[in-house]
């Protein structure tokens, strides 16, 4: 059931919040608030070769990570083709290969941390995996590890709180992580609006619901 929920709510919204996606470490997915209002079209798909180049370059970093495999760039790198494949199947429309790959991006990711835990970077890209692949307990545990980690990164507030809205359909908890990121700061001003915007949505949503109250776990 689970899974089925993640999946309905994976079709619903993938394309709006791929947008406002923020990832902390080399910028996977990088969120321009243009996109949400029109600037962006959402017609185009990536084309096969884009796939085709992204699972080569995948088989290229199994091969590398074959004589190297604690290499941590190697890793990191593969961690973020998967990430980048899912994001083209989910722009593809094709949502269980979407789902497998952010599912593949977890375990390079989570190798990296064993030998260095403190990286919050790739905690946090972990943490938006799962949840993309799913995965939401261990999306939560790792936000949460992060944050702990480093209470001042502000993207892991800003993954967190897009989770919690999206992911759990907690406006109120989500709304008090936007409420962090905007009283951290940041330089990036598509950061800041992008956070006001979605905060105002998640306030709206307390006064008005849309969405089944539960929790999608």
């Known amino acids: 059931m689970a899974k089925k929920k993640a999946k309905r709510r994976l079709r619903k919204n993938h394309l709006f919040v791929y947008i406002v996606i923020f990832i902390a470490g080399s910028g996977l997915v990088l969120t321009s608030v243009l996109g949400y209002f029109g600037f962006r079209s959402f017609a185009s798909s990536p084309g096969r070769n ?3 180049e992204l699972e080569y370059k995948i088989g290229q970093l199994k091969d590398s990570l074959e004589k190297d495999p604690n290499n941590e760039y190697f890793l990191t790198a593969l961690g973020d083709s998967y990430f980048d494949l899912g994001v083209a199947y989910s722009e593809a429309k094709k949502d269980d290969k979407a789902s497998e790959s952010f599912a593949m991006a977890i375990e390079p990711y989570g190798k990296v941390l064993e030998a260095k835990p403190e990286k919050v970077d790739v905690r946090v890209d972990m943490a938006v995996s799962a949840f993309w692949s799913g995965n939401h307990e261990l999306a939560a545990a790792e936000f949460e590890e992060a944050i702990a980690i480093d209470p001042k990164h502000v993207k892991a507030h800003f993954n967190y709180g897009v989770f919690l809205f999206y ?51």
Do not use: C, H, W, Y
């Not at 759990?168 to 989500?174: M, Q, T, V, Y």
């Not at 609006?193 to 969405?211: G, I, S, Y």
């Open 50 to 52: 884009e796939i085709a």
């Open 167 to 217: 992911g759990l359909n907690k406006p109120a908890d989500a709304i008090k992580r936007f409420e962090e990121v905007l009283e951290l700061g940041s330089n990036d001003p598509g950061l800041i609006a992008t956070t006001q915007f979605l905060m105002a949505n998640a306030e709206d949503q307390l006064k008005n619901p849309v969405f089944d109250s539960s929790p999608q776990n």
